[in-house]
């Protein structure tokens, strides 16, 4: 880590999992809930737009009362040190609030709207009314995440191909690397000769495709790799 010349960062919910925001699998998870999984979909929207964003506006006041803890504040600290591109599959504004710069939200970020018809985002306020409108032209606005059967942003996924392409050391922490096309970003650092290091308490499909594998906790993992 001390001779890394550009770093490339994946980090799944088990970061924010410390901040008391629940992962998506395993003991607790949030797609334990089957009608969780159908309002995270086109067609769960279509049905009840406003049963999707109440879920969303709950989702929003959980991330507001949470506060980043050590582990999103060591990746900030490190990338004031090392060049580094922090990709994020999480959803909840952590990682810019520690103060991460070179960030890319591959899911999008519930903290804001996004205009069905204009595109435009907004920052969202607590209390909402549900369905937010846009400010700029007044139509309906939709949370800015990504849901099943959807397509990453382009733009976000072309960065986070190129940080991975481009890296001589890839970190990935606390995802269970079981969704595409992010579990694959470490495949390309290998591809690329970089040095590959994941911390998880648990072992994931991407364990046997690292070159380290550190059984901890984002806090105490990152704590070891981040000196
Ligand atoms: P998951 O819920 O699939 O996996 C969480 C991972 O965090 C597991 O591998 C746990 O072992 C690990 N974990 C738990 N506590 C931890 C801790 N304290 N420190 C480090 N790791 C810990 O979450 P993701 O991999 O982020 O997508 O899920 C990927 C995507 O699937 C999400 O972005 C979401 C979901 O469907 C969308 O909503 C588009």
Redesign the pocket.
Known sequence: MADAERIAVLT????S??SGIA????AG?V?NHAELLRL?SPEGYRDDPVAVWRWYAERLDTVLAAAPNP?HLALAALERRTPLTLVT???DGLHRRAGSGELVEL?GDLTRSRCERCGHLDELVPPLDLPPHCSICGHRARPN????GELLPAVALERATRAFANCDVALV???????QP?ASLIGLAGEAGAVTIE????T?PLSRRVDLSLRL???E?LAEVVV
């Open positions: 799944g919910a088990g970061v999992a410390p992962t998506f699998r395993g998870g797609w995270a582990a599959q999480n959803v899911h995440v990504v849901w099943f922490v606390g995802t269970s690397g079981t969704v992010a911390i998880n308490p648990e994931t906790g984002a806090v993992g």
